[in-house]
Structures are given as structure tokens and as C-alpha cells.
């Protein structure tokens, strides 16, 4: 909450019940109950102006121009309203219920004063916001010109410059690591109580080493018993492997937490390995993204699935933490990890829009390098097939390789042609030419189609999977049944109910993937808006520079839903959101997904072509067997 707001709301609240307190002493019995009741008015009076105070906070943040002034201004006339409504509703009720009669005339006194008070302080602030937004138009218009850009959390124009934000968030995200790591370089105290130090022993680390000292002690011996730098001694390999375990498991803070508090045991040895697996893996295995990484980043649904996965660790580890803390405590350190878990997860989203930005200024370089040294470089974005293009076409025909190439190539060139679009459109004049408030319409229509479709998809995976759970709960039931009357015919009827239920629980995927497909679009979508917004804006060079990037980019967009189209129809597949993909195939995917995400966390090397390759060859496999399959009856019957 702002000062302003602060204190003129606290004045309002004071002078209207300061009437209310002087009748209330005048009028007070020198008896003890009395007394006890006014202190409990006071307090009364006390929290109900604290409420009061709450909900007609008005935002007296410095608005950039006349419409945002005028946002602000609804708002605080808003908020005034309904803390007044509030107000004359909650305070009788409160107060009939701390002093019964008394209190609820005393609350409704009050309430009735906040009623009036609180929306003309609302609509004060307001009218001043208003004023303060047409005040600022003139620089609003004025530093637009400029070519500045409205920082919504300085509440300031400012030349946005691309590469001073990449070291920005680079310096970010060492200071997060930093404090991880509690910002010590080398250990320092006691070594700390651990279950097993054995692998603290191996690196010939103390058990309260940093990740800096952990991280070089493994290199240095791993150099030393490296199976190519000893080829004599037949135990170099199996020492060699034992230093990468032990690196995996420290490397880690879960795991290395796990570690120290439970040790390592057969059991414990499986959970630690799989708690290292790598969510961005298996996505990208299961779309086949890595072609497109460049353009759109790392997968928001991989990002979150990586939060959610380091949240239920930290939850388990409070969990079994129980006995030594208690729940305030627990909570506590819980919202904060959560806390700094979002924050971790917007600086990661920060950089990845600036690696692609960056990323795209690169691609789209030699198309600036042709223009300076061409004199037509308008007539480079009338379809002239000259370099750029063919490169721009080769790269896309590359990337619908993949089995769902294609929709990537049509969802990033469709979001980056009407951004480009959009951008020349309002760049030639301040009124904005046709086309530019055609891209404008088109953008908002294909942002509500998305998230359409991502309510519709949810919708139908909830309903999908509940149709599985309820078979799955079935099954349970007429399995504790059978056990209980017979133990004989349960074998076989068990194994075919199990079948089924398998079945159904197949049958979710298709739903499964539309939903999961639906978000990547609308993920890739906004990503890409942002990441244009930095090409375009990119105070480092002038407007000239700035156009000339809008026109390769939309050359670039056109090219990519060119050839993401063609390569649909070549296919003959429609898009994953459209049903166009069997349950099987995603059942492989997921399969080989899966394989290449638990190999990568033992430390092996799989890369895209691989994955696919492997997809391919089980694919394969699977028709052979149903090919016998079917010529078994025929044999059979002959």
C-alpha cells in the first residue's frame, strides 16, 4: 500500500468514530463490567479500522499516460466502493457479536461513517490518478517517440537495451545460485553429522564442502583414474563410475540432502538416481523440441513439471524433518522455499526469452548484412527468393523432420509474422497503417482461440481421466472381492480386468496429449510476443536497424508457416490437438521418453537423433508382432 493512500484513509477513519470514543467516555459507569466492555470496544474499534484500512488500499502509483491513469483511477473509485460496502456490512456484525446490542449500534455507527468515507477517498484518489495520466501523456507520447519503453516496475520510461538485461539476469541468477549456497566459497566449521560419508570419502571432500569444492574435487580425481589415461589397470572403470556417482548425488541438493540424512542402501540408491531425472528431457524427447529450441526456449510444461518435482521434494523432506520441527516452523520454511521457487521460476523464464531474442538476432543477421550492402532493401520483403529466404526455408524444411515439426514451424511462424506485422503496421505512423491493426485483431483472436483450447482440452482430460480412475477403482473393488471368495478363478479373471483397466487407462492419452499440445501453443505464442517486443525495441541500435529486424522476422514467420503447412499435407497428420495421433504412438513415445530420461540421469549421452531413432526401431517392432500375430490364426486354421 502507497503513503498517500495510507494516510488518507487513516484521517477519514479517525475523525469519524473520534465522536463515538468522546460519548462513549462521558457516558461511562465506573463500574467494572463497563469497563471491561469499552476496552473491548476500543479493541473492537481497533481491528475494524485495520480492516477498513486494508480494503480501501488505493494504487497511487505513478501511471504512464491518460488511459492508464484513467485504469487506475476506475480502479480506486473500485475498491473505495466495495471496502465502503464491506464495511457497513462486516463492522454491526462484529460488533453484535464481541458486546451484543451496544456493539452492534456502536459497529453500525461506524460502518455507516467507512460506507461514506471510504468511496469519496476513493474517488479522491481516483481523480487524482486521472490527473496524473494526462499530466504524463505528454511524456508518454514524447518518450514512445524515442523510442523508450514503459517499465512497469520502475513505473519509468527507459531505453531498453537487449544485452545489458542478458548480463542482468546472467548476474541474477548467480546471486540465486550464491545464495544457495549460502554464498561461501569454501567450507567453513565443524564437519556436519551425516548417516554415510562414504561418498564424501570418495571425492576426499568434508561433509560440509560447497558445491564450488565438490565440483573440482571430482574433476581433479576424475582426471587421475580416467579408464583412457589408464588403460593397465582393469579397476580404472569401475572407480571411474563410482566418482560419477558420487558426483551426481553431491552435485544435487536433494539428493545430496536424501543422502546425508538417509545414507545410501539398495532401496535408497534407486530413489536417489531417479530423483536426479530431468523433466526438460523428457519433453523434449516426447515433442521433439530440440530442433526449435533456438526460436522458443525450453518448454514452459517442462519448466513447471521441474517446479512441481522440486516441490514435492522439499515437501518430503519437511515431511520426514516432522519430528524435529514443529508445524508453524515447517510452514514457514515451506513458504519460503515455495517463494523462492517462483522466483527462480520467472528469472528462468526471463532468460530464456532473452536467449531466444538473442538467438533470432542472429539468425536474421545475414538478412541486415544483405540490406546495408543492397540499395533495394524494401524489395527484399516482396518474396524475392534470395538468401536469406532459401536459409530461412532450409531451416524449416530441417525442423519438420521431426515428427511434430510441423506444428511447431506453423505455430512460430504464425506468432512471429503477426508480431512483425503488427510492429511495421504502427511503426510507419502513430495511427497505424491496415495491416498493422489487421495483425493487432488477428493476435487477440489467436490468443482467445488459445486459451479456448486449453480450457477445452482440460475439460476433456479431467473427464478422461476420471472415466480411468473410476475403472481403476472398480477394478480394485472386484479384486478384494475375489480374494475374499476365491483364490482359484481370481487368477485369470484378475489378469483380464487388469487388461482392461490398462486399456482405459490408454485411452487418456490422446486427451492427455491435446492438453499438453494446447499449452505449448499458446506458451510458444506469448514467449514469442515477448521476445519480439526485445527485437523491436532494442534501443542498442537505431529505428533503421529495429525495421529492417521486423522485416526479416516476418519474412522468416512467413517462410515457417509456409513450409509447416506443406509438410502437414505431405504427412497426412493432422495436429496432435486434432486427435491425428494414436494412442499407441504416444504410448511409444512416452515409453522411449522415459528410457532416454533415466539413461541421461546415470550419466549416458542420448541425443535427439538417437531418441528418434530408437522410437523408429520399436515402432517397427511392434508391427512385426502384430503382422504374426494375425498369421497365427491363419496358420492355425490351414
Not at 561418498?199 to 583414474?225: H, M, P, W
Not at 539428493?255 to 534407486?270: H, I, P, S, V, W
Request: aromatic share 6%.
Amino acid at each position: 500500500m502507497s503513503d498517500t493512500s495510507a494516510a488518507e484513509v487513516n484521517v477519514t477513519i479517525n475523525s469519524e468514530s473520534a465522536p463515538l470514543d468522546e460519548e462513549k467516555k462521558e457516558d461511562k459507569p465506573k463500574t467494572d463490567t463497563t469497563a471491561d466492555s469499552s476496552v473491548g470496544t476500543g479493541k473492537l474499534d481497533a481491528e475494524l479500522e485495520e480492516v477498513n484500512f486494508t480494503f480501501a488500499t488505493c494504487d497511487t502509483r505513478k501511471p504512464k499516460d491518460g488511459w492508464a491513469g484513467l485504469s487506475s483511477g476506475l480502479k480506486s473509485v473500485a475498491k473505495g466502493t466495495a471496502a465502503g460496502v464491506a464495511s457497513l456490512i462486516a463492522q454491526p456484525v462484529v460488533g453484535a457479536q464481541q458486546n451484543g446490542f451496544g456493539g452492534f449500534l456502536t459497529g453500525l455507527a461506524t460502518g455507516v461513517a467507512t460506507a461514506v468515507a471510504l468511496p469519496v477517498t476513493g474517488v479522491c484518489v481516483g481523480a487524482y490518478q486521472v490527473g496524473r495520466g494526462l499530466v504524463n501523456s505528454a511524456e508518454a507520447i514524447t518518450s514512445a517517440n524515442q523510442g523508450m519503453i514503459w517499465d512497469e516496475e520502475k513505473r519509468e520510461w527507459i531505453f531498453y537495451k537487449l544485452d545489458e538485461e542478458a548480463e542482468e539476469v546472467e548476474r541474477l541468477l548467480k546471486e540465486q545460485a550464491k545464495n544457495k549456497t549460502g554464498g561461501a566459497s569454501k567450507s567453513t566449521g565443524p564437519e556436519r553429522k551425516v548417516k554415510d560419508r562414504q561418498f564424501y570419502d570418495l571425492l576426499g571432500v568434508s561433509t560440509n564442502a560447497t558445491q564450488g569444492e565438490i565440483k573440482k574435487a571430482y574433476y581433479v580425481k576424475a582426471r587421475k583414474c580416467h579408464p583412457d589415461k589408464n588403460p593397465n589397470d582393469p579397476t580404472a572403470a569401475n572407480r571411474f563410475q563410482e566418482l560419477g556417482t558420487a558426483y551426481q548425488i553431491l552435485s544435487n541438493e536433494q539428493t545430496r540432502a536424501a543422502y546425508d540424512r538417509d545414507g545410501l542402501n539398495e532401496q535408497n540408491e534407486q530413489k536417489l538416481q531417479m530423483a536426479d531425472i530431468d523433466p526438460y528431457v523428457f519433453f523434449a524427447v516426447m515433442f521433439g523440441s530440440d530442433g526449435v529450441t533456438p526460436y522458443i526456449g525450453e518448454l514452459w510444461i517442462a519448466n513447471k513439471a521441474d517446479t512441481v518435482l522440486k516441490d514435492s521434494k522439499m515437501a518430503q523432506e519437511l515431511a520426514q524433518e516432522k519430528d524435529n520441527k514443529d508445524n508453524a516452523q515447517q510452514m514457514q520454511q515451506r513458504e519460503e522455499r515455495i517463494k523462492g521457487l517462483l522466483e527462480e521460476d520467472q528469472l528462468v523464464q526471463r532468460k530464456r526469452q532473452v536467449v531466444c531474442a538473442q538467438n533470432l538476432r542472429q539468425r536474421i543477421q545475414p538478412f541486415l548484412d544483405q540490406a546495408e550492402s543492397s540499395t533495394a532493401a524494401e524489395d527484399s520483403d516482396d518474396g524475392t527468393m534470395n538468401e536469406f529466404t532459401l536459409m530461412v526455408q532450409a531451416e524449416a524444411a530441417e525442423i519438420c523432420q521431426s515428427p511434430y515439426g510441423h506444428v511447431f514451424c506453423k505455430t512460430i511462424g504464425r506468432a512471429l509474422q503477426l508480431e512483425a506485422t503488427e510492429f511495421l503496421g504502427f511503426e510507419s505512423s502513430f495511427l497505424g497503417n491496415w495491416d498493422g491493426h489487421t495483425a493487432s485483431w488477428e493476435k487477440r483472436s489467436v490468443s482467445f482461440q488459445n486459451n479456448l483450447r486449453v480450457v477445452g482440452a482440460g475439460i476433456s482430460a479431467v473427464r478422461a481421466g476420471s472415466k480411468a480412475m473410476k475403472t481403476v477403482e472398480e477394478f480394485q473393488q472386484q479384486q478384494k472381492k475375489e480374494e475374499q471368495h476365491s483364490m482359484k478363478t481370481a487368477g485369470v479373471d484378475q489378469t483380464q480386468q487388469a487388461k482392461e483397466t490398462m486399456e482405459q487407462l490408454e485411452d487418456t492419452l490422446p486427451a492427455i496429449l491435446e492438453l499438453a499440445w494446447a499449452i505449448n501453443v499458446r506458451d510458444i505464442t506469448r514467449t514469442l510476443k515477448e521476445v519480439c517486443f526485445k527485437l523491436f525495441h532494442d534501443s542498442s541500435v537505431d529505428p533503421q536497424i529495429r525495421r529492417k529486424r521486423a522485416m526479416a522476422i516476418r519474412i522468416m514467420g512467413r517462410e515457417f508457416y509456409s513450409i509447416g503447412k506443406i509438410s502437414e499435407s505431405t504427412k497426412g497428420m493432422a495436429t496432435p490437438d486434432e486427435e491425428g495421433v494414436s494412442k499407441e504412438e504416444i504410448k511409444l513415445r512416452a515409453e522411449i521418453a522415459a528410457m532416454t530420461t533415466l539413461a541421461k540421469a546415470q550419466g549416458q549421452e542420448i541425443s535427439e537423433k538417437d531418441a528418434e531413432y530408437m522410437i523408429k526401431q520399436q515402432r517397427m517392432m511392434k508391427k512385426q508382432q502384430q503382422q504374426q500375430q494375425q498369421q497365427q490364426p491363419e496358420y492355425a486354421s490351414a
